[in-house]
């Protein structure tokens, strides 16, 4: 008996995807939604869970953690992350022109040192943020969304698979994309018989 032949698309369709679909699981090409969406998990989970972090959310994160201590870009990334139960660690595309902007308005100042730059609450944004305590709030809670630990952990699990099976739609051999396929369905299986198994208890 012939083997059947294995294509690119096949990998994408096993993970959510419609098999021939142009532009695949790589992006927004063909109208496809970038790797997970269709679960929930894509760039907005794991990244800004409970909905997308915008330009505000970062700003208030970043006053409400310089009022702490200073910290610079990467410390303030870090700590967005542990306190959104890693739903949301900002990028430095956006961490950086925020901090920048509020140092364009006298909220922030930088200090130069061993370490690089650090950057602390002026005089002027100890008051903005006293303030505004109440509007500022929490950030990260409002982009987590309450989001379980263990749903994170699972959303970044998916991502993980889907860019290992990313590399095998990209470098692998025939064989090696149809055992790609032949592993995902045995998991995709595997994952309604739990939920069918709840279901008769």
């Given amino acids: ?54 330009r505000g959310d970062v700003r208030a994160a970043v006053l409400v953690l310089l009022e702490e201590q ?32 509020l140092e364009d308005e006298g909220l922030v100042g930088v200090q130069e040192g061993g370490s690089g730059r650090t950057f602390a609450l002026t005089d002027a944004g100890r008051a903005h943020v006293a303030e505004h305590r109440e509007t500022l709030g929490q950030p990260w809670k409002a982009i987590s969304g309450g989001m379980p ?21 990209r ?3 025939p064989e090696q994309r149809t055992r790609a396929v032949e592993r995902l369905t045995e998991t995709r299986r595997g994952l309604y018989l739990i939920l069918a198994e709840d279901e008769e208890k």
């Fill in 1 to 54: 008996m012939q083997k059947k032949r294995t294509h690119h698309s096949d990998v994408g369709q096993v993970l959510g995807g419609p098999a021939g679909h142009r532009g695949g699981p790589r992006g927004h090409r063909g109208g496809r939604r970038p790797w997970g969406d269709e679960f929930g998990f894509g760039p907005g989970f794991g990244r800004g869970g409970g909905r997308r972090a915008g």
């Fill in 70 to 101: 200073p910290r610079n870009g990467y410390a303030l990334m870090q700590e967005i992350e542990e306190r959104s139960d890693g739903v949301w660690r900002p990028s430095p595309g956006s961490i950086y022109p925020a901090l920048q902007l």
């Fill in 149 to 169: 630990k263990d749903a994170v952990e699972l959303g970044d699990l998916i991502r993980q698979i889907a860019k290992a099976a990313m590399e095998v739609v």
């Fill in 171 to 173: 470098s692998g051999t």
